[in-house]
């Protein structure tokens, strides 16, 4: 019995990382009867196929050297799936460590909104998020007069969170973002045209995801990504999912969009109220962090948008 990842399921058959090598399986009669759902990202313990050696005359000689020199999967059957420690739903996949959030350093700017949408959904789903912000070429060569963008990943550092500056051309940073794919499952997420594909093709020499072109009438990305799989890539396994445009708020109590905002979490015992939504409420902590600008006015614009959505779906449900 050998134990790997589920890379993804196609055709009625689920390809499966393990050994260092992809595994074409499929599955046991009694995952059928019982409807099993598979996400990318399951732990899976699957059996080998004994596979007879064949002499070159039965391969079929010369007519056959074009198949011949195609790599052939090994075969296996699945035989159990391990327990999930998380899943996500957009994008469907399981056993996730960390969400590479990767969004341009300019064309297109950075939605700061849609950062924090995605911040707020891998927090509560028990995911850690890494921020990469590329193309630090092209935002070099345009000399902004000003260092706006700059301004806004010290931000987020600041917070706490892991933040590179990275261009996919020069390979700047590229290194230090390798090293944090090792060994784990990731998920790369951000708006289309924000540069995850070429990222990923900077990330893995010699294979190359399709790359999108931004634009020029609305400066955003096209959609290049249509479904969801795991690749290996440096020395890991990574899910280049589609581009969001917009993202749904997880469903949650209006006093736990607090935890997602770590800056905010931290001073929460500070409140006079231990109920306290850092919204209405006098002698509040957050708003006295805002106004001595400890706190970023953006992100409390954000929160207070999200908080009114939660408490909206709360009323709806």
Same mark, same amino acid.
């Given at each position: 019995?050998? !134990?790997?990842?589920?890379? /993804? ?24 009867? /019982?409807?099993?759902?598979?996400? $990318? ?13 064949? %002499? ?34 957009? *994008? ?16 297109? /700017?950075?939605?700061? !909104? ?14 850690? $998020?890494?921020?990469?912000?590329? +193309? ?10 000003? %260092? ?9 550092? +600041? ?31 951000? *708006? ?8 990923? !093709? ?16 609305? +400066? ?29 708020? *997880? ?10 905002? *770590? ?55």
């Amino acid at each position: 019995m050998i !134990n790997g990842v589920l890379l /993804k399921g196609y055709g009625g058959f689920y390809y499966v990382y393990a050994e260092g090598r992809v595994w074409e399986c499929s599955l046991r009669g009694r995952f059928r009867v /019982k409807d099993q759902e598979f996400l $990318p990202g399951d732990r899976v313990n699957i059996l080998p196929e004994e596979v007879e050696d064949k %002499s070159e005359a039965e391969i079929g000689g010369a007519s056959s050297l074009v198949e011949a020199e195609i790599p052939r999967l090994d075969k296996a059957t699945i035989e159990s799936v391990g327990p999930r420690r998380n899943a996500l739903t957009r *994008p469907a996949i399981a056993n996730v460590d960390q969400a590479i959030l990767v969004f341009a350093m300019t064309s297109p /700017k950075p939605d700061l !909104n849609l950062l924090d949408r995605l911040l707020v959904q891998v927090t509560e789903a028990d995911v850690e $998020p890494i921020l990469v912000f590329t +193309k630090l070429d092209k935002y070099r060569e345009e000399a902004l007069s000003d %260092s706006s963008n700059y301004a806004i990943t010290d931000v987020y550092r +600041k917070i706490g969170y892991n933040v590179f500056e990275v261009s996919s051309e020069t390979g700047q940073g590229i290194d230090e973002i390798a090293a944090h794919l090792k060994n784990k499952i990731s998920v790369l997420a951000g *708006p289309s045209g924000a540069g995850k594909s070429s990222l990923f !093709n900077a990330l893995s020499p010699g294979k190359r995801l399709k790359t999108g072109r931004i634009s020029l009438k609305s +400066k955003r990305g096209r959609h290049t990504t249509r479904h969801v799989e795991l690749m290996v890539c440096a020395g890991g396994l990574v899910a280049d999912t589609p581009g969001f445009s917009s993202l749904y708020l *997880p469903e949650m109590k209006r006093a736990e969009l607090t935890d997602c905002f *770590p800056e905010f979490a931290q001073r929460r015992s500070e409140c006079r109220f231990n109920s306290c939504l850092h919204d209405k409420e006098p002698n509040c902590a957050i708003k006295a962090a805002l106004e001595n600008g400890e706190i970023s006015s953006v992100r409390y614009e954000h929160y207070l948008i999200f908080l009114k959505e939660v408490i909206e779906a709360e009323r709806k449900y």
